[in-house]
């Protein structure tokens, strides 16, 4: 057991070890969950810094605390509430051990035993006046599911992100945090990047190797640090965006053009692609890889325009055998 010091000099009460914890209460991973536990107190604080200043009128959300070893990294800096939601509801006995040391702090610890993808975050935080944190080491399952989501809510001001300072501090599989933040020509470089540069700035902390981790997963992790664009790069509804770079990016080894074109029907599809691609300013020849967010915006917008005069070219899906457009 150990006595933390906190920062305002107060104690977070003595608490068993996580590897007690998770021995004494028979926690066992589940695969389907994607469980993989940080025992290490040095990297969950480690991953709770890199989330940035945290004072005692923050708000942080913890995405699937698990046995709660972020979680006790995140107490020591003193927010003023802290929202767990974990699916696994094997969990609740050990948060709630958590909740009760953070009583005597004034820290108001509340234990959502739900699935984050379905958890309303502006019903539970009615109260934009607080300063809102992103934090989870994530299940690799939903990791990038998530993710999406949450630029979705970022493009619409909803959700956590009704206010433009809310960022998250992540994990991912090391190849996924590392194609989030690819830039321009890198190999990684994939519609994930694109979408996460539009919205965000993507910052990749560090990698924490898998042997960290109980049990150890195949591959390494990467913390990402996804600090949302005070200006986001477009103000084109986000499932226009999602459509387009998806198509750009449906035939990385092509020519970007070849993906794009896939957007419109197959009759008059060449000239029309020639014409969106010279609107748009961007050489048809490029690889996607090489496009930049701005190409890509480019692009967004002349298939915006051509939509304006064809809006039945919007339902159209080129995988369906035989359309008829109106
Ligand atoms: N935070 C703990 C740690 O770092 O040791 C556990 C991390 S583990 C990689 C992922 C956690 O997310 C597990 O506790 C798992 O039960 C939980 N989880 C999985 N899917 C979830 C979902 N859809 N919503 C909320 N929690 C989920």
Known sequence: ASARILSSGMRLPP??????????????????????????????DKIVKSAGRIDNNDIVLEVGPGPGGIT?????????????????????????????????????????HEDILRFNIEQHVPDTTQRLHLIGNLPFAI????????????????????????????TFQKEVAERICAQVGSEQ????????????????KFIIPGKAFVPKPQVDVGVVKVIPLKRPKTELPFPLVERVVRHIFSMRQKYCRRGYS????????????????????VKDTMRPFELSVAECLRLA????????????????????PKQALN
């Open 301 to 320: 917008d002349a298939y915006a325009e051509h939509l304006v005069a064809h809006p039945e070219v919007a339902k159209y899906d080129y995988r369906a």
């Open 143 to 170: 990791s990038t599911r998530l993710l999406i989501n949450w630029f979705d809510d970022l493009s619409r001001r909803r959700g956590a992100f009704r206010r433009n300072d809310t960022c998250m501090t992540l």
């Open 189 to 204: 470089r994939c519609r994930l990047s694109v979408m996460s540069q539009i919205w965000t700035e993507p910052v990749l």
């Open 262 to 281: 896939t957007l419109l029907p197959l009759e008059g599809r060449e000239e029309t692609t020639q014409a969106l691609f010279q609107r748009a300013d």
């Open 72 to 112: 006790r990294s995140i107490l020591r800096r003193q927010p003023q509430r802290l929202l767990l939601v974990e699916k696994d509801a094997r969990f609740t006995e050990t948060l709630q051990l958590l909740r009760e040391c953070a009583r005597p702090l004034d820290i108001e610890v509340e234990i959502y």
């Open 15 to 44: 608490l068993p070890s996580i590897r007690d914890l998770v021995k004494l209460y028979k926690l066992q991973a589940m695969k389907q969950l994607s469980q993989n536990f940080l025992m290490d107190e040095r990297l969950t």
